[in-house]
């Protein structure tokens, strides 16, 4: 089966770290970029980070940058969203996604999506 999981949510109080990861089953990760996204309640999905196939290129929204680190383990075929400084605006449903090009903080033509992991900041 094709997949990928996220893992690592939870709450979490305002200031605090998280580190998400996503692993892939079934295919190889090095073949896409890999987004982040989140979705709030009661918004839409928005992009917050892309890493290249290789790593060596990454990008972030701007109301993450400096808090949140994406980076990627090919040979654990496992990519990962390190979080700190965490804001109770960072609360939302996380999910990456297997893509074919970032476009800056955001992947496109997305081929594989995982199902999320929640995140809530809280005091």
């Known amino acids: 089966q094709l997949q990928l999981v996220e893992s690592g949510g939870g709450l979490v109080q305002p200031g605090g770290s998280l580190k998400l990861s996503c692993a892939a089953s079934?295919?190889?990760?090095?073949?896409?970029?890999i987004g982040w996204f989140r979705q709030a309640p009661g918004k839409e999905r928005e992009g917050v980070s892309c890493?290249?196939?290789?790593?060596?290129?990454?990008d972030y929204a701007d109301s993450v940058k400096g808090r949140f680190t994406i980076s990627r383990d090919n040979a654990e075929n496992t990519v990962y969203l390190h979080i700190d400084s965490l804001k109770p605006e960072d609360t939302a449903v996380y999910y990456c996604?297997?893509?074919?090009?970032?476009?800056?903080?955001?992947?496109?033509?997305?081929?594989?999506w995982g199902q999320g992991t929640q995140v809530t900041v809280s005091s």
């Open positions: 079934g295919f190889t990760l090095d073949y896409y970029v």
């Open positions: 996604a297997a893509a074919v090009r970032c476009s800056g903080y955001v992947a496109y033509d997305v081929e594989y």
């Open positions: 890493i290249s196939r290789g790593g060596g290129s990454t």
